[in-house]
T-cell receptor
Framework: DQQVKQNSPSLSVQEGRISILNCDYT??????FLWYKKYPAEGPTFLIS?????DKNEDGRFTVFLNKSAKHLSLHIVPSQPGDSAVYFC??????????FGKGTKLSVIP | EAGVAQSPRYKIIEKRQSVAFWCNPI?????LYWYQQILGQGPKLLIQ????????DSQLPKDRFSAERLKGVDSTLKIQPAKLEDSAVYLC?????????????FGEGSRLTVL
């Protein structure tokens, strides 16, 4: 039973345009959500997070939106750059640091 | 600041053989995690340590997997005997254990191929 779902395995976007990566979850106990970015042959690195008490968090070109009623969050990257090409994992936490990850979405930013 | 160190980076073994992976977390990080990432999947938590005590090992296949964290610092993950389905990247991560953010810092991973 997948509690964190990323239904798009891949996404291609033109450089300079907006990238929108989506994530759905089923566990209403999740109280913190994170996005991780992973390059090939490297471990995931933390990108941005949001607490369940907020609906938006912004960090430079990256914005995460949380819709608790829909159990949905999204990551917006504006403008997209070729260096953003990576696999993006959505992760959720219930309790103390026990992250549950989605399967990931591979983003390709085309120059 | 040095990151999470893991070794070996790559390991190829035959089924029924044994293998061990080593992890050195970021200095001062109380919490250490081992994740298994199978190709095309997200990382799945195998075991979580707080200092040298186990917090969660509910998804660790204990008939073949074992892990320890000596003196609350380094950790080893062992698989014996290995099965074909154990082929995966084994990721070690650490966190301060006191922060609210839940941010984990991952190592580069150890890729295991079981033939």
């Amino acid at each position: 039973d997948q509690q964190v779902k990323q239904n798009s395995p891949s996404l291609s976007v033109q450089e300079g345009r907006i990238s929108i990566l989506n994530c759905d979850y089923t566990n209403s106990m999740f109280d913190y959500f994170l996005w991780y970015k992973k390059y090939p042959a490297e471990g995931p690195t933390f990108l941005i997070s949001i607490s369940s008490i907020k609906d938006k968090n912004e960090d430079g070109r990256f914005t995460v939106f949380l819709n608790k009623s829909a159990k949905h969050l999204s990551l917006h990257i504006v403008p997209s750059q070729p260096g953003d090409s990576a696999v993006y994992f959505c992760a959720a936490r219930a309790g103390s640091y026990q992250l549950t990850f989605g399967k990931g979405t591979k983003l390709s930013v085309i120059p | 600041e040095a990151g999470v160190a893991q070794s070996p980076r790559y390991k190829i073994i035959e089924k029924r053989q044994s293998v061990a992976f080593w992890c050195n977390p970021i200095s001062g990080h109380a919490t250490l995690y081992w994740y298994q990432q199978i190709l095309g999947q997200g990382p799945k938590l195998l075991i979580q340590f707080q200092n040298n005590g186990v917090v969660d090992d509910s998804q660790l296949p204990k008939d073949r997997f074992s892990a320890e964290r000596l003196k609350g610092v380094d950790s080893t993950l062992k698989i014996q005997p290995a099965k074909l389905e154990d082929s995966a990247v084994y990721l070690c991560a650490s966190s301060l254990g006191t922060s609210d953010t839940g941010e984990l810092f991952f190592g580069e991973g150890s890729r295991l191929t079981v033939l």
